[in-house]
C-alpha cells in the first residue's frame, strides 16, 4: 500500500487489554519503536507492562533491534554466565549510536538489559538480530560530505551530528535547495539516498536472522517503525502479524511524511497505534476484523493533541516555527 495508515478509532481498555485480544491469533507481533531517541518510547518498549503483554499474548521470543554480532553477549547474561554490570561495561564498549538524541549509549544499555530482565520473568528470550545498516560507497561518502559542507555554508549553520533536528533541518535543506550542488551532482546524491533507502527497508537478512533464532516459535519483533517489508515477508510466507507502532504523542503519528525526492513511504502501516503520554490505544484502518474482534473501539476517538487524517488539527499545538518548517509537505 502506498497510503499511510489511518487512525480510526479508540480502544477501550488498556493496551495490555488491547493487544492480548488482537495480537492472540497472530504468529508475530511487530512493535514499531518509532523514536528510540525518547526516553517515553525507549522507556515503554523495554518496560515490564510490554513484556508481561507480549508474553500474555503467547510470545516465546523477543527481537528487538540491537547489533547481531552483539547477540552472544546478551545470550551470556540471559544464560547467567555474566551478571548485570559486565553486561553493561561490555554493551557499551562495543555498541554506538547514531542518532543518540536524549538517549545515550549508558541509558540505551540500560534500557536493553532491563528489557532482557523483565523477558525473563514471563520466560521468555531476548535475541539481538539487527543485520545492520548499509554502508555507502567512499564516492558517496564524499558527496553527502560536500553537499553538507554547501548547507553550512549557505546557511550559516554548522550541523550538529548528535542533534536528530539539526540532522534532519540540513536534509531537509538540501533536498528542497536543488541549486546547492550542480545538477550532476544533485541528481547523483538523489540516487545514492534512493539506493541506500531502499537497501535499509529490505528485510530479507533480518528476517532471516528472525527465523534463525526463533525456529518457528510465537515471536515479538521491537524494531524501528515503518520495516512493512518485514511485515509483507511474514504474510507471503503464510503466517500473520499485529504491527503495533509506539508514539511518545498523538500528533507525532502524522509528522511522518513521504521522504521528498526519494520515492519511499516512511510512515508505516500499524494495526494499532499507542500514545504514551496519554496511555491510550487506538486501531488504524489496517487492523483486519479477526484482531478488531475482541476490541471495543470508540469509532472516531483521535489522539486529543493529534491531526485527523493529517489534515485538520483537532487540538492544535501552539506556533512552532519549527515544527511547521520540518515537517509542513
Known sequence: ??????????????????????????????????????FSVRGFVSSNE???????SGVAHVCIEM????????????????????????FERDFSLANPGEITVHDM?????????????????????DPGLPLPTAEENALFKEALQAYEHATGEKVDYRSRESVDDAVNYIRNHGDLLPPEKMQALRDASQRLLNAR????????????????EKTAVIYGSRHDDL?????????????????DEGRAFYRQREQGAEKVVVNGEPDLVHVVDEDNTYVTDR??????????INQGSMPANGYFLGILPIDPPGPDPSFQHRYDP
Open 67 to 90: 547489533p547481531a554480532y552483539l547477540d552472544n553477549l546478551a545470550q551470556r547474561y540471559q544464560n547467567g554466565e555474566i551478571d548485570r554490570a559486565e553486561f553493561l561495561r561490555n
Open 109 to 129: 544499555a540500560e534500557s536493553i538489559a532491563n528489557t532482557m530482565d523483565n523477558a525473563k520473568q514471563y520466560g521468555m528470550r531476548v535475541h539481538f538480530v
Open 231 to 247: 511485515a509483507d515477508r511474514i504474510k507471503r510466507d503464510g503466517h500473520s502479524a499485529l504491527v503495533v507502532d509506539i508514539y
Open 287 to 296: 487492523a483486519t476484523d479477526a484482531e478488531k474482534a475482541g476490541l471495543t
Open 1 to 38: 500500500m502506498t497510503e499511510r495508515a489511518q487512525i480510526t478509532g479508540q480502544v477501550e481498555g488498556s493496551f495490555n487489554h488491547a493487544v492480548t485480544r488482537a495480537g492472540m491469533a497472530s504468529d508475530y507481533i511487530l512493535v514499531g519503536d518509532t523514536d528510540h531517541t525518547l
Open 50 to 56: 510490554m513484556m508481561r503483554t507480549l508474553a500474555e
Open 201 to 216: 527497508l529490505n528485510d530479507q537478512n533480518l528476517y532471516s536472522n528472525i527465523q534463525q533464532a526463533t525456529h518457528g
